[in-house]
Nanobody, 123 residues
């Protein structure tokens, strides 16, 4: 059973930055598409960014130009650099994995999920 563990969440003021990390120990990491999702209270979960096993990536329009997804296959790690944060970015952030060479932004396709890390952005 694959395990995904997120870290790096916290509280920050608008305009600040955070870097989320997702560790995937004991996981055949390199063949999976990895994604970041978020869910705010009372809202549906939404895709934030995805990166395929081929290195291609995709972003939600709401975060383009502010967030950067990357992966380090040697460390089985996924990252999300979040800059110019806005209060509307406040949510629980999850990483997830699905067997795919290209990025997948729909959560229904993902097989493995982490427990989440909270990001709170104050104005």
């Amino acid at each position: 059973q694959a395990q995904l563990v997120e870290s790096g969440g916290g509280s920050v003021q608008a305009g600040g930055s955070l870097r989320l990390t997702c560790a995937a120990p004991g996981f055949t990491y390199s063949v999976y598409c990895m994604g970041w999702f978020r869910q705010a209270p009372g809202k549906e979960r939404e895709g934030v960014a995805g990166i395929g096993s081929d290195g291609s990536y995709s972003y939600a329009d709401s975060v383009k130009g502010r967030f950067t997804i990357s992966r380090d296959n040697t460390r089985n790690a996924l990252y999300l650099q979040m800059d110019s944060l806005k209060p509307e970015d406040t949510a629980m952030y999850y990483c997830a994995a699905v067997f795919s060479p290209t990025p997948v932004m729909s959560d229904s396709w993902y097989d493995y999920w982490g427990q989440g890390t909270q990001v709170t952005v104050s104005s």
